[in-house]
């Protein structure tokens, strides 16, 4: 099964499309092939797989983790559809500060690799939608940053105006916040 790759707006971060086998009795595809992922140049090893439900109108993130455990994330979604949201965190980018959006769901199997430096998001869009990714490194509580979903200097454009969101993503820090503090720079 063929397996294509398209490049984001946003150097590094890939939108991936498995190939797939459809008959009378549904379809198949592979989500993860190491030794067809590392022909395209993707040779991440993944130590943990999440998968997460939202209800329509919940909004999870941006988050991140740091450089004391930094994270690829391989997401897609699997029940539904999802607005999902990348941004560069990488201070010394020429795409800092800058967004990309993709439609996942689970009609068109995409996938996104959301790499090293980058702040994730998604807006469920369906009534529920379900997420599953693959982690290269394991959740690090210590490690976790989360910069606010409608920062005006990221200036994301959400389909809503005012999401359902966890008091941690309420909470969120500014990208002027983010870029004042080395601490939190995901450089690599």
């Not at 995409?110 to 980058?118: A, D, E, H, M, S």
């Amino acid at each position: 099964m063929q397996l294509t790759i398209r490049e984001t707006a946003l150097p590094g971060a890939l939108i991936i499309e498995p190939g797939r086998f459809r008959d009378e009795r549904g379809f198949f595809l592979e989500t993860w092939n190491r030794r067809d992922f590392a022909t395209h140049g993707i040779a991440t090893d993944f130590v943990q797989d999440n998968h997460s439900r939202s209800g329509k109108g919940v909004l999870r993130g941006f988050h991140y983790q740091d450089m004391t455990a930094p994270m690829v994330k391989l997401v897609r979604c699997t029940y539904g559809s999802v607005l999902d949201v990348i941004v560069d965190l990488r201070v010394a980018s020429s795409t800092f500060g800058r967004w990309d959006a993709i439609e996942l769901t689970a009609e068109n199997m995409l996938q996104l690799l959301v790499p090293i430096g980058f702040g994730h998001a998604f807006l469920t869009l369906s009534d529920a939608a379900e997420i599953q990714y693959k982690c290269s490194a394991y959740y690090t509580p210590s490690a976790e940053g989360v910069v606010a979903w409608n920062d005006p200097d990221i200036g994301v454009d959400w389909p809503v105006s005012d999401p359902i969101l966890s008091q941690r993503d309420r909470n969120g820090m500014s990208l002027k916040q983010y870029l004042a503090n080395p601490a939190f720079h995901m450089e690599r």
